[in-house]
């Protein structure tokens, strides 16, 4: 059976092939996009999410959450998503708009009438709207089942050498977030780098013939190969933590204690995995991927899309 599904998310190229593999999969029945500011303002992301979601033919609703960061005035630019959030990907301009209710006060007001662990998240762009919902509405969270969350690195990072994109953007938020008890699980950088959008897994989007999966070959074939890295094809980031709920033997990793790092020096927005556990150390809160099987991630993400 279905599960009950939010994408808490920030479009972003990455964030709207997640929808669209959200959209795609039995497994979930996704009920909201709720959108974060990341990417791009989150206006832009509310008309993104729009857009990704009426080429799919869905009339999923859209819920415009927080509109900055709740410890820095944050904003990536247009480094790798393109000043518009989609590289420049011609879509017609959405015909719907958001719902008039806020993301925040929409999740309370869902998971509050929710069975207890009944509704699934998968949270791709700064944690600020869940970081808000533990804040302001704590009886709310028990409607919450899993958390899958993109964000962070075992390792180095990609904005700077200790932290990736989305924890760097809400470092506050995500400390709010790993510190509440949820059922989390992290997919970091460490393995959405061997997620690669390479040419033959472009080509078998293509070679599908379908509109949807065309647009994603078509986002894909823009997403910056990060050649510094000496990639065979841009990571695809977000689509990684809708699969870690939808096929878990796909992936593997450890259930760790994971910090955040919180102060304002080179560290700031650092996942602080504890990935060699010692007995006697602070316990686990999350389960922390660091490996997924991405010939067959590619190849399920090429029926399902
Ligand atoms: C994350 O940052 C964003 O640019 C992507 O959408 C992804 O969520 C990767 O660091
Ligand atoms: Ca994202």
Redesign the pocket.
């Known amino acids: 059976m279905a599960r009950r599904f939010i994408l808490d998310c920030?479009p972003?190229q990455?964030?709207a092939v997640a929808i669209l593999l959200a959209l795609g999969s039995p497994e979930l029945a996704l009920e909201a996009v709720t959108i974060v500011a990341?990417?791009v303002g989150v206006d832009r992301g509310v008309s993104n999410a729009l857009k990704i979601l009426e080429l799919a033919g869905s009339a999923v609703p859209v819920y415009r959450g927080a509109p900055r960061s709740l410890c820095r005035d944050y904003s990536?630019g247009d480094r790798?998503?393109g000043t518009d959030g989609l590289m420049g990907l011609a879509l017609p301009e959405p015909t719907r708009q958001a719902e008039p209710e806020s993301a925040v006060p929409f999740l309370a007001r869902t998971l509050s009438a929710a069975e207890p662990g009944s509704i699934d998240l998968a949270c791709?762009?700064p944690l600020t709207n869940l970081a808000l919902l533990l804040i302001q509405y704590p009886e709310a969270t028990r409607g919450i089942g899993r958390v899958a969350i993109?964000?962070g690195a075992i390792g180095l990072g990609?904005v700077t050498p200790a932290a990736?994109?989305?924890i760097h953007a809400d470092a506050l938020a995500a400390d709010v977030v790993f510190r509440s008890g949820l059922d989390l699980t992290l997919v970091p950088?460490d393995l959405?780098h061997q997620a690669l959008a390479t040419e033959a897994r472009i080509a078998a989007l293509r070679a599908t013939g379908k509109p949807t999966a065309h647009a994603v070959a078509e986002l894909l074939a823009r997403y910056p190969k990060l050649e510094k890295f000496n990639f065979a094809g841009g990571p695809l980031?977000?689509p990684c933590a809708v699969a870690a709920l939808i096929w878990p033997d796909l992936v593997s990793g450890r259930k760790v204690h994971v910090e955040i790092d919180t102060t304002s020096g080179p560290g700031h927005g650092r996942t602080l995995v504890h990935w060699w556990a010692k007995t006697n150390g602070p316990a686990a809160n999350a389960l922390v991927l660091d490996r997924i099987d991405a010939d067959q991630f590619y190849r399920h993400l090429t029926a399902r899309v």
């Open positions: 920030d972003g990455d964030d990341g990417n990536l790798f998503h791709v762009g993109m964000g990609n990736e994109f989305n950088l959405t980031h977000d």
